[in-house]
């Protein structure tokens, strides 16, 4: 039988045991406490070589700002993965990858987006310029001392042809950056250069105008490719001919196969 005596011994060793292992981890919590301490203020990982490359439009301050790296932070308070998310928050940035090189150093390499069109986004009576990517990504609005010397999508809905930041796929605003992306492809008579505007419009369809000329060239809503190199041809038979001051529209929709120019007489 267990006398009272030694119960009390079992006690008094249970209790004992569980102060010594509290003791050794509070030993342990501080020591690592102190070591952490230690390490945070240790000059071994302090930030001495910063690296940003990639960027055209958005600056080396703008980046490192948001990426929270300045000289002499510690490498080890970094966060990578936030800091990703925060750069890739700017809306010229379309990704960026951050790579730690320990002790002391990181580098930044960011992928800005590469604007080929403008978008005039209509949301009730206020009007935004966005720039469109060739994927059909709108990103950053544009202002003052941006580049602007793009062809501009107007006409386009908010909430209708875009959804999040992207084109609606099927819209008439999706089916003009299409066309626009054909004459991206450099065609000599017809090169993305010389469009200035591409108006989308519910009755009338898509209708293109050249940067140099003021007459409409109406396209409808289908057969987009097909038209587009009909189209070439009939420039170069209007440039050949210097007749093209002559005319005053052309109707790509007219018949499926005839092309109806207005103002002049052309083969075809």
Same mark, same amino acid.
């Given at each position: 039988?267990?006398?009272?005596?030694?119960?009390?011994?079992?006690?008094?060793?249970?209790?004992?045991?569980?102060?010594?292992?509290?003791?050794?981890l509070a030993g342990a919590g501080v020591g690592l406490w102190g070591g952490t301490q230690l390490l945070l203020r240790s000059t071994v990982f302090r930030l $001495?070589?910063?690296?940003?490359?990639?960027?055209?439009?958005?600056?080396?301050?703008?980046?490192?700002?948001?990426?929270?790296?300045?000289?002499?932070?510690?490498?080890?308070?970094?966060? $990578?993965?936030a800091a990703v998310a925060r750069v890739e928050s700017h809306p010229w940035v379309e990704r960026a990858e951050i790579k730690a090189n320990w002790p002391s150093a990181v580098e930044v390499v960011v992928t800005e987006f590469h604007p080929f069109a403008l978008v005039n986004v209509e949301l009730g009576k206020e009007r935004h310029l966005r720039y469109l990517s060739r994927s059909g990504r709108l990103f950053g609005e544009a202002?003052?001392?941006? *580049?602007?010397?793009?062809?501009?999508?107007?006409?386009?809905?908010?909430?209708?042809?875009? *959804?999040?930041?992207?084109?609606?796929?099927?819209?008439?605003?999706?089916?003009?950056?299409?066309?626009?992306?054909?004459?991206?492809?450099?065609n000599a008579i017809l090169p993305i250069q010389a469009i200035s505007e591409v108006h989308v419009d519910e009755t009338r369809g898509i209708l293109l105008y050249l940067a140099d000329r003021p007459f409409p060239v109406y396209f409808g809503t289908d057969r987009l490719q097909t038209k587009y190199y009909r189209l070439v041809k009939v420039l170069e038979q209007l440039y050949s001919k210097k007749?093209?001051?002559?005319?005053? *529209?052309?109707?790509?929709?007219?018949?499926?196969?005839?092309?109806?120019? $207005?103002?002049?007489?052309?083969?075809?």
């Open positions: 039988m267990v006398t009272g005596a030694q119960r009390a011994w079992k006690w008094k060793r249970l209790i004992r045991n569980i102060l010594l292992t509290g003791a050794l $001495t070589d910063i690296k940003v490359s990639g960027n055209r439009i958005t600056t080396q301050r703008q980046i490192l700002d948001l990426a929270g790296l300045q000289q002499g932070g510690s490498l080890l308070r970094f966060d $990578t993965k202002g003052m001392g941006q *580049e602007l010397d793009f062809p501009v999508i107007t006409g386009v809905q908010a909430g209708k042809d875009i *959804e999040g930041d992207r084109l609606v796929k099927g819209s008439l605003a999706d089916a003009a950056s299409s066309l626009l992306l054909l004459a991206a492809k450099g007749q093209v001051d002559a005319v005053k *529209e052309i109707r790509m929709d007219y018949l499926d196969d005839k092309v109806l120019v $207005t103002g002049v007489q052309i083969d075809g």
